[in-house]
Nanobody, 124 residues
Framework: QVQLVESGGGLVQAGDSLRLSCAAS????????MGWFRQAPGKEREFVAT????????KYKDSVKGRFTISRDNAKTTVYLQMSSLKTEDSAVYYC?????????????????WGQGTQVTVSS
């Protein structure tokens, strides 16, 4: 089992920045991929960003490219999502995900473990 604990969500204004963190614990055997999905009210859950175990490859949702940066600290088994130039449409519950292996994918089914989510609200 792997446990994921997210932190860093909150209420900000459009244009502000926010950093989400997700600490993994339990059976976090390398290699593994970590990332973020989000879900806004009335909408389907969607992929945001993911990063490989070695940190060399990252993938982003098109609408967040250039604004969001995903990174990881394997010594702390933690993944971060630095969000800048936030927009109201970025408002959602953000979920941290963990999947075994090296493959970077946008498919939610590839990630076995999910955090409970952290709320990000961007006001205009």
């Amino acid at each position: 089992q792997v446990q994921l604990v997210e932190s860093g969500g909150g209420l900000v204004q459009a244009g502000d920045s926010l950093r989400l963190s997700c600490a993994a614990s339990g059976r976090t055997f390398s290699p593994y991929t970590m990332g973020w999905f989000r879900q806004a009210p009335g909408k389907e859950r969607e992929f945001v960003a993911t990063i490989t175990w070695d940190g060399r490859t990252a993938k982003y949702k098109d609408s967040v490219k250039g604004r969001f940066t995903i990174s990881r600290d394997n010594a702390k088994t933690t993944v971060y999502l630095q969000m800048s130039s936030l927009k109201t449409e970025d408002s959602a519950v953000y979920y941290c995900v963990f999947g075994a292996g090296r493959i970077v994918t946008t498919m939610p089914s590839a990630y076995r473990y999910w955090g409970q989510g952290t709320q990000v609200t961007v006001s205009s």
